[in-house]
């Protein structure tokens, strides 16, 4: 995506993958990409603002601390992909006040918007 689209307006994107690592995560504002990063595969964050969402991936266990030796998770802390897939939609949910309520999960209709087919190349 072209970060200029995020000159008058904030651009989120999240891929969370599941089935096929890694996930992604792009948030755009003012013109430019403040935060981009996969998961999955280790965490190398990119952008204006690249460790913004860090202490709320750190504090959710989704990834270890930035001061601590390697960047894997201990075996013992280690978590299911589907728990770390929920932690990472949780964090990004919070962190940009984003709601979907259960019962419009489940029984509602949720509004959709087809913006592209295939990731961007740069991923």
Known sequence: MDPAV?????V??????PDD?????AYLAAGGV?????LGFGYGPSGAQPDVL??????AA????????????????EVPKSEQ???VLKVVGEYFGLSLPHQTI????????VTRRHPPASW
């Open 6 to 10: 995020s000159r008058d307006a904030e």
């Open 34 to 38: 403040q935060v981009h990063f996969a």
């Open 62 to 77: 989704v990834i270890p601390p930035e001061d601590s030796i390697g960047d894997m998770l201990r075996a013992d802390e």
């Open 21 to 25: 690592l890694p996930s992604f995560v």
């Open 85 to 87: 897939h929920r932690r």
């Open 12 to 17: 989120l994107i999240f891929d969370p993958r």
């Open 106 to 113: 489940v029984s509602g209709r949720l509004p959709t918007a």
């Open 54 to 59: 860090r202490p709320a991936l750190e504090a």
